[in-house]
């Protein structure tokens, strides 16, 4: 594997990383206190071109490759890890799939509008009663004589109080008997659709501008132009999508895990102890080389995922992999760098809480950290 950046590779990623401390971080802490949507940072992100990274030019996007999306996608989690989640999901979650599976009409009109930044999308999978297990989802579609009727609701949306399209997962085949497996099918629905509402934003650990809320369908109208792939292979069109949306959360976790690095070297060589700086103290000088060694190790796994994917290799049990050590280690390096800043650490005039607090749920969104490793052994133990 090349472990060198092309030139159009460092030149975004240092853009990203220049708009990050210029525009991002200043407000990163009232972000998290208020819990505000970020509305001026993210229609910046779009002006960057940071909202359809992969989606080639013709269809609004900067045309890049998904290394450079993880590169970005780091720099603008170690800032905000909200404004790296909204991100991500515009990106990995919704303008991905549109291109991948969507129809000409689809991609002009919607994905055109989503990856410049014109407009937000969303992602529907998890169910109140359904999350992992696809085979429990309630959320159903039933064929019309001129469409399909959705009922049913969708919780944890990530930009779904702000968005203005959601692509959603609903049974539309559901056989009788022991062992048959349901069929879903992939809709994309306009805000504003008839019996489309929406509850208030969640109330969360961290992460609190990336507004996430529940959705409802009650008797809503599509047309058959609302399909995203074939009738019964809505598995598939999400299963892709999380194969490629699991790059874009560890390269978040990445984000977490170096501000909380950055801000801890930076403390042990001022708050002393004993006479001297804390980074003189081996116990400090450990907790910092493991914080270091964690986070290039679960770089390397994430980049190795990213070009794989360019390649249009198979990648799900890399992605995999990336998406539970980079999650993992990113609550590691933030619980240490607590402990770096003793009791200001546990404070909020202190960055780390929040990177603690940010970071936990990484391991949860996209697939908990137990089903990537659930993937992941699958693909060791297929014959």
Not at 284 to 301: C, G, K, N, P, Y
Not at 305 to 313: G, L, P, R, S, V
């Amino acid at each position: 594997m090349d472990f060198d950046l092309t030139e159009e590779q460092r030149l975004v990623r240092d853009t990203a990383r220049d708009f990050a401390a210029r525009e991002i971080a200043p407000r990163a802490a009232e972000i998290d206190k208020s819990g505000r949507w970020p509305a001026e940072i993210v229609a910046k992100m779009g002006e960057l071109g940071f909202l359809g990274m992969a989606v080639p030019e013709e269809y609004g996007g900067a045309g890049m490759d998904n290394l450079s999306y993880a590169l970005v996608m780091e720099e603008i989690s170690a800032a905000c890890a909200s404004c790296g989640v909204i991100m991500s999901v515009n990106n990995s979650l919704f303008c991905d799939p549109i291109f991948k599976f969507g129809t000409d009409a689809q991609k002009k009109e919607v994905l055109t509008a989503c990856a410049s930044g014109k407009k937000l999308g969303c992602f529907g999978l998890t169910e109140p009663m359904s999350g992992s297990d696809a085979q429990t989802m309630a959320t159903s579609a039933e064929k019309t004589a001129d469409g399909w009727v959705l009922n049913g609701a969708k919780n944890w949306i990530t930009n779904g109080p702000h968005a203005d399209y959601i692509l959603v997962f609903c049974v539309t085949e559901r056989p009788a008997g022991v062992g048959a497996k349901i069929k879903h099918t992939a809709f994309l629905v306009p805000k504003g659709t008839p019996g489309y509402t929406q509850a208030s934003p969640d109330h969360k650990l961290g992460i609190h501008g990336a507004h996430s809320c529940t959705v409802f369908f009650e008797n809503c109208k599509l047309p058959d132009t609302a399909i995203v792939g074939k009738v019964g292979e809505g598995f598939k069109v999400a299963m892709a999508t999380l194969d490629g949306g699991r790059i874009g959360i560890a390269s978040q976790a990445l984000g977490i895990a170096k501000a909380s690095l950055d801000v801890s070297v930076a403390y042990s060589k001022e708050r002393k102890s004993f006479g001297v700086p804390i980074s003189q103290h081996q116990a400090i000088q450990f907790m910092l080389s493991d914080m270091a060694t964690e986070l290039d190790a679960a770089r390397l796994l994430t980049w190795r995922a990213a070009i794989m994917k360019d390649a249009k290799e198979r990648h799900s049990m890399q992605s995999a992999e990336a998406k539970l050590y980079a999650s993992e280690m990113a609550t590691r390096v933030a619980h240490k760098a607590i402990q770096i800043h003793g009791g200001y650490g546990y404070s909020s005039e202190f960055p780390v809480e929040r990177h603690y607090r940010d970071a936990r749920i990484t391991e949860i969104y996209e697939g908990t950290s137990e089903i990537q490793r659930i993937v992941i052994a699958a693909s060791l133990l297929k014959a």
